[in-house]
């Protein structure tokens, strides 16, 4: 196990969603598609969509909201903001961290955004948790908020009955004794990057009158080739986090996958040998949420009393890069 000058460990969390819920009955009506045809391909029953007025930041700042109200840490105590998203508030600047910092009164924090789709939590929480291993920083709001809804073709079924949008929030701060993070795990595999993809709107190719209407700036994922990432990364990063820490699959109180698809979350159980009463599940209710799914999870688990003080925790994610991540840590301070 790795000896680090601190521990960092989670001392609140929050988590928010839209009011707007759209069922697969709701999909089945603009889309050649069926509630069936849904939950027997993924598990989702319904998702969570955001209106047009309604952006990242406004999610995040929900969520960041109820984590600092769960912490009992003010605003000014936090000095560092990470806000997980690839759907931030503006295409280039500011950053999404800067205006919840100003919208959040949390005046001595230093922010930035970093993007990992729908591994941004597992990247996220280990860097706000090496900040505080390394003594910079005493207390670190990590956000995760994700809008996906504004960026997928609604002609498309393969991809737009798939996510949702939300926001999750933790707060992080020192630990003290055996508690928090333990192990972490970061992947890529970029051979991968054209597999799940928005292909215009950046500096490769930017926006412009004549690509405006072109559907290459909704979201792309060859389902098949991601499907088959997804399976086999999950199980195997998870396996690798737990090594890292000199633990097992059996010592893992609370396995909180990311919600993609029931079917990669059943393959990753399988492996691990973990039974469903240990494994979190909500895609069900939300879809995937990219970034926002591992910490909306974790706060569902914590609000129903399956999130335990001193409980090992494993959290895994995987998405566009192709990216991984895997995060292993003890509920609390």
Same mark, same amino acid.
């Given at each position: 196990?790795?000896?680090?000058?601190?521990?960092?460990?989670?001392?609140?969390?929050?988590?928010?969603?839209?009011?707007?819920?759209?069922?697969?009955?709701?999909?089945?009506?603009?889309?050649?598609?069926?509630?069936?045809?849904?939950?027997?391909r993924t598990g989702i029953a319904e998702r969570r969509l955001c209106d047009d007025s309604t952006a990242a930041s406004d999610l995040a700042y929900a969520a960041a909201q109820k984590a600092l109200k769960q912490s009992g840490v003010a605003p000014a105590e936090?000095?560092?903001?990470?806000?997980?998203?690839?759907?931030?508030?503006?295409?280039?600047?500011?950053?999404?961290?800067?205006?919840?910092?100003?919208?959040?009164?949390?005046?001595?924090?230093?922010?930035?955004?970093?993007?990992?789709?729908?591994?941004?939590?597992?990247?996220?929480?280990?860097?706000?948790?090496?900040?505080?291993?390394?003594?910079?920083?005493?207390?670190?709001?990590?956000?995760?908020?994700?809008?996906?809804?504004?960026?997928?073709?609604?002609?498309?079924?393969?991809?737009?009955?798939?996510?949702?949008?939300?926001?999750?929030?933790?707060?992080?701060? @020192?630990?003290?004794?055996?508690?928090?993070?333990? #192990?972490?795990?970061? !992947?890529?595999?970029? $051979?991968? /990057? =054209?597999? *799940?993809?928005?292909?215009?709107?950046?500096?490769?190719?930017?926006?412009?009158?004549?690509?405006?209407?072109?559907?290459?700036?909704?979201?792309?994922?060859?389902?098949?080739?991601?499907?088959?990432?997804?399976?086999?990364?999950?199980?195997?990063?998870?396996?690798?986090?737990?090594?890292?820490?000199?633990?097992?699959?059996?010592?893992?109180?609370?396995?909180?996958?990311?919600?993609?698809?029931?079917?990669?979350?059943?393959?990753?159980?399988?492996?691990?040998?973990?039974?469903?009463?240990?494994?979190?599940?909500?895609?069900?209710?939300?879809?995937?949420?990219?970034?926002?799914?591992?910490?909306?999870?974790?706060?569902?688990?914590?609000?129903?009393? @399956?999130?335990?003080?001193?409980?090992?925790?494993? #959290?895994?994610?995987? !998405?566009?890069?192709? $990216?991984? /991540? =895997?995060? *292993?840590?003890?509920?609390?301070?």
């Amino acid at each position: 196990m790795l000896k680090r000058q601190f521990r960092a460990g989670v001392a609140g969390i929050g988590s928010a969603v839209p009011d707007r819920v759209m069922t697969n009955d709701d999909w089945a009506k603009l889309v050649d598609t069926s509630d069936e045809w849904i939950r027997a391909r993924t598990g989702i029953a319904e998702r969570r969509l955001c209106d047009d007025s309604t952006a990242a930041s406004d999610l995040a700042y929900a969520a960041a909201q109820k984590a600092l109200k769960q912490s009992g840490v003010a605003p000014a105590e936090i000095e560092l903001i990470i806000v997980a998203t690839t759907t931030p508030d503006y295409p280039v600047f500011p950053s999404t961290a800067a205006l919840l910092q100003e919208k959040l009164g949390c005046a001595r924090a230093g922010g930035f955004d970093l993007s990992a789709a729908c591994s941004g939590f597992g990247y996220a929480f280990y860097t706000a948790a090496q900040f505080i291993e390394n003594g910079e920083c005493q207390k670190v709001l990590l956000i995760c908020a994700d809008t996906l809804s504004k960026n997928m073709d609604y002609t498309d079924r393969n991809v737009c009955v798939l996510f949702g949008d939300g926001a999750g929030a933790m707060v992080l701060a @020192r630990a003290a004794g055996a508690g928090g993070h333990l #192990a972490s795990v970061l !992947g890529l595999r970029g $051979s991968g /990057a =054209a597999d *799940l993809i928005v292909k215009t709107g950046g500096s490769r190719e930017p926006l412009t009158a004549g690509n405006i209407q072109s559907r290459d700036k909704y979201i792309y994922m060859n389902g098949k080739s991601v499907f088959k990432f997804a399976v086999q990364i999950m199980g195997e990063a998870t396996e690798q986090v737990l090594k890292k820490a000199g633990l097992k699959p059996e010592d893992i109180d609370l396995f909180v996958p990311h919600q993609a698809n029931t079917r990669i979350i059943d393959a990753a159980m399988k492996r691990l040998s973990l039974p469903p009463e240990k494994v979190v599940v909500n895609i069900q209710k939300y879809g995937n949420t990219s970034s926002a799914s591992i910490p909306l999870a974790l706060d569902e688990a914590c609000q129903d009393g @399956r999130l335990q003080k001193g409980m090992l925790v494993a #959290a895994c994610g995987f !998405g566009a890069g192709l $990216s991984w /991540a =895997a995060n *292993l840590f003890r509920w609390g301070l």
